[in-house]
């Protein structure tokens, strides 16, 4: 099974692809009960456990939890099914994810706001 645009996970739809990796995507989606939109970053449990990253998966949501800083993006919620853990984020500003489309540079790095 996989995500698709356009796919509903729980209370939201599935807008755009924002950016994937070995065992996770991250996609724009919008509340429909509030008209919220967030990023869902979707972790594959066959490819999480493949990998070995099971522990960090898990140390990453307990400190996301935690954390509360206005450069860092909130994590709303999190949940899973039998094939993703799915993590509900604060969406990052349109014009900075334009921005850092592609990789940094470390001339970049010195530049991200704080």
């Known amino acids: 099974m996989s995500v698709s645009i ?22 724009r989606a919008k509340s429909e009960k509030t008209g919220l939109e967030v990023a869902i970053k979707t972790i594959d449990k066959k490819a999480m456990h493949k990998a070995g990253m099971v522990q960090r998966v898990t140390n990453e949501v307990e400190i996301q939890c935690r954390l509360k800083h206005p450069s860092i993006l909130e994590l709303y919620n999190y949940f899973e099914d039998s094939n993703y853990v799915y993590l509900v984020l ?9 921005w850092i489309n592609g990789k940094l540079t470390h001339s970049h790095m010195n530049i991200v706001p704080t």
């Open 6 to 27: 356009g796919d509903r996970i729980d209370d939201f739809k599935v807008l755009t692809l924002l950016g994937k990796g070995s065992f996770a995507c991250v996609y």
């Open 90 to 98: 604060e969406i990052s500003p349109s014009d900075f994810l334009r």
